[in-house]
């Protein structure tokens, strides 16, 4: 997998959501004496997911899913079963997003801008889809170090705990998100995370 390229292109797509803590006015034109705090708990009515939005405030996650999957390499191996069933679910999706060229932006940007102010999804697809990208977007720092070790004999315990971690981490965050879309309840207890989805995508 070309890394070095995708990094890039994260890279170039963090622009893209430069505008995620800085929204047009919303905070402030609620109650500038409130606090964050009430405002988003005023902005949540939404803690149920129902219907066919579980499934669809899912989808947005095969975007982390995607671009951390290489760092569970060591995992892989180590527990051959995951890798064999990291090559039947992930592996097939994907070669065909490694195959379409710009893919990971297109689908980043159509995440980000293309769903923040649609309202003709509900709020909660709105909510996933701003959060599964901010998910995608932790994972620059740990390809940037991993970048800038490239060729530096590093040795294996320290590259294989570093890249556990970062694995364990967006993994765990991935799989709460999904658990409780398909339970119906909205995946909102990620620290400084969820709150940043849920200013990106405002009160409607």
Known sequence: MKRSF???????????????????????????????????SMWGNDDQIEGADRLKSCFPYL??????????????????????????????????????????????????????RNTSLSRSVRFNAQQACLIDIM??????IGGSVTGVAVP?????????????TYMAMVLYSITSNLRGQKPNQIPVLSEAAEMAVGPF
Do not use: W
């Not at 994972?139 to 940037?144: D, F, K």
């Not at 590259?159 to 364990?168: A, D, I, K, T």
């Open 139 to 144: 994972l620059i720092l740990p390809e940037v």
């Open 63 to 116: 975007l982390p899913l995607l671009d951390g999957d290489h760092f569970g390499q060591f995992i892989y191996s180590r527990i051959p079963f995951l890798g064999v069933m990291d090559n039947i679910i992930l592996r097939p999706i994907e070669n065909i997003y490694e195959a379409i060229p710009f893919a990971p932006v297109i689908f980043f940007f159509a995440l980000t801008l293309g769903t923040r």
């Open 6 to 40: 995708f990094l890039h292109i994260l890279l170039l797509a963090i622009v893209g959501v430069s505008g995620f803590v800085a929204q047009p006015n919303i905070v402030r034109q609620t109650s500038r004496h409130s606090s964050n705090t009430h405002q988003l």
């Open 156 to 168: 294996r315990y320290l590259m294989e705990s570093c890249s556990n971690f970062v694995y364990y």
